[in-house]
């Protein structure tokens, strides 16, 4: 796939804010919405499981719990986005393969509304699967009451397809240092076949077939924004990556969020 050359646009970026990176957290963070435990292994069948519970503490407040495990190489294991209905509990079940002596990295974040512009809690664990904790996943078992949440769940804004979001933002993963936080600036549709963005003079089809994984995250250079990342096979056959974010009112307009669902939605990996 070739990429557009940047373009010369006239409009002001975001200023790149520099944030520390956080290691893992050994506690959950407290919620004024939400109990979230640590992260545990059970077993159902022949197969281990990395679980996370969490469970409405509100007696009336909505939340949207946005679940991710990562593999030993960082690549995806499961990710979901879920409404989080007041005293109710979840859980999350990724299934592991190869799990004795790896490490898991997951990302809990839970957001006050379904566009993901209000984050309440983040929690970053590892779960070190050791032999006591493969011995100990052998009674796990699901409590009376608990919802069992499938990997790939995407519940929040309805979308329907195809959905074209105006000014949003692209930019390379690899593209290195800029002061501006994105490449081009242009038009993102999101169909039941292909994503295709383009700016008035060049146009880049990602084909779903090619796309290896959709994610929701900070990018290298602009940490304190998520961007919606997707991660494809190009012509050459290489693993190469671009992301989109709402270029609306300069950035500002916080609709990031509605676009990630429908890609996700849309592209189902």
């Known amino acids: 796939m070739s990429h557009p050359s940047t373009v010369a646009i006239l409009l002001l970026a975001l200023p790149l804010v520099a944030v520390p990176t956080a290691g893992a ?27 996370h519970a969490i469970t409405g503490s509100s007696s009336k407040e909505l939340s949207w719990g946005l679940v991710e495990v990562n593999g030993p190489d960082g690549s995806r294991k499961c990710e979901w986005l879920k409404r989080l209905e007041p005293k109710q509990a979840y859980r999350f079940e ?63 804004m309805d979308v329907t397809l195809p959905a074209t979001f105006k000014s949003t933002w692209y930019r390379r993963v690899d593209r290195g240092f800029s002061m501006r936080a994105y490449e081009n600036s242009g038009d993102l549709t999101v169909s039941a076949d292909e994503l295709a963005f383009t700016d008035g003079k060049k146009t ?18 602009d940490i304190a924004n998520h961007w919606v990342v997707v991660r494809f096979t190009n012509d050459e056959g290489k693993p190469d990556g671009v992301a989109f974010r709402d270029g609306g009112r300069m950035g500002l307009r916080g609709e990031t969020g509605i676009i990630y669902q429908a890609v996700r939605r849309a592209v189902k990996k």
């Open 94 to 156: 990724c299934p592991l393969q190869d799990a004795a002596g790896q490490k898991f990295a997951s990302r809990v974040r839970v957001y006050s509304n379904a566009t993901l512009t209000d984050r309440e809690l983040l929690y970053e664990p590892v779960l070190d699967v050791t032999p006591q904790g493969l011995a100990a996943a052998e009674t796990a078992g699901v409590s009376a009451g608990t919802t069992v949440v499938p990997d790939g769940v995407v519940e929040g």
């Open 204 to 221: 880049v089809r990602l084909p779903h077939a090619r796309i290896l994984s959709v994610r929701w995250e900070p990018l290298p250079n």
């Open 25 to 51: 957290q050994e506690k959950p963070p407290s919620s004024r919405w939400v109990e979230v435990s640590r992260p545990y292994l059970a077993k159902k069948g022949d197969t281990y499981l990395l679980v």
